[in-house]
T-cell receptor
Framework: TQLLEQSPQFLSIQEGENLTVYCNSS?????LQWYRQEPGEGPVLLVT?????EVKKLKRLTFQFGDARKDSSLHITAAQPGDTGLYLC??????????FGKGTSLLVTP | GAGVSQSPSNKVTEKGKDVELRCDPI?????LYWYRQSLGQGLEFLIY????????KSGLPSDRFSAERTGGSVSTLTIQRTQQEDSAVYLC?????????????FGSGTRLTVV
């Protein structure tokens, strides 16, 4: 099993602050995905990164895949209460199910 | 349907009883997955179906757990002789082939409570 470690585990910030969460592994992945999960719902895909060094932006969210394709980061600019949720990273290899990290629980207060 | 549908949304059962959880994936998605999410834990892989290939059962925690997928569509996860440690949210997801690229669409899950 390819383990993914996410940090921090919990994060509580005020609206308008910036934050970065990390996803690290000792394994190389063909792709890495980020999901957001809200209470009572299943995770929702935010982005897939496949190329080492790749950077993708989704409005105020910036995702980066490490050059060695072992790690990734998610940066949120000017966080809003609507960003509250559990952020999960998942590493993939073709033909196998995704391995998920335990997630970063983010709370953004007004 | 437009999304992945799971039923029931909640299930309370007595210890020792059998339960069946159902997943209806997105039409045309060849891959179907079951994961389990316990409080404070990440998603634990259970089983993976890909087209007509033999399923990857490597994540099933014991022989009390089994799953089938009929006609390449609907899937049922069965837990026999439930135990309290089986209490969790069971999530189903589907995807197009090349799961590492396209990502998953998850259902809202079945919250199982064993009392």
């Amino acid at each position: 099993t390819q383990l993914l470690e996410q940090s921090p585990q919990f994060l509580s910030i005020q609206e308008g602050e910036n934050l970065t969460v990390y996803c690290n592994s000792s394994s190389v992945f063909s792709s890495l995905q980020w999901y957001r999960q809200e209470p009572g719902e299943g995770p929702v895909l935010l982005v897939t990164v496949v190329t080492g060094g790749e950077v993708k932006k989704l409005k105020r969210l910036t995702f980066q895949f490490g050059d060695a394709r072992k790690d990734s980061s998610l940066h949120i600019t000017a966080a809003q209460p609507g960003d509250t949720g559990l952020y999960l990273c998942a590493g993939g290899e073709s033909g196998y199910a995704l391995n998920f990290g335990k997630g970063t629980s983010l709370l953004v207060t007004p | 349907g437009a999304g992945v549908s799971q039923s029931p949304s909640n299930k309370v059962t007595e210890k020792g009883k059998d339960v069946e959880l159902r997943c209806d994936p997105i039409s045309g998605h060849t891959a179907l997955y079951w994961y389990r999410q316990s409080l404070g834990q990440g998603l634990e892989f259970l089983i993976y179906f890909q087209g007509n290939s033999a399923p990857d059962k490597s994540g099933l925690p014991s022989d009390r757990f089994s799953a089938e997928r009929t006609g390449g569509s609907v899937s049922t996860l069965t837990i026999q002789r439930t135990q309290q440690e089986d209490s969790a949210v069971y999530l189903c997801a589907s995807s197009l082939y090349r799961t590492d690229f396209y990502g998953y669409t998850f259902g809202s899950g079945t919250r199982l409570t064993v009392v």
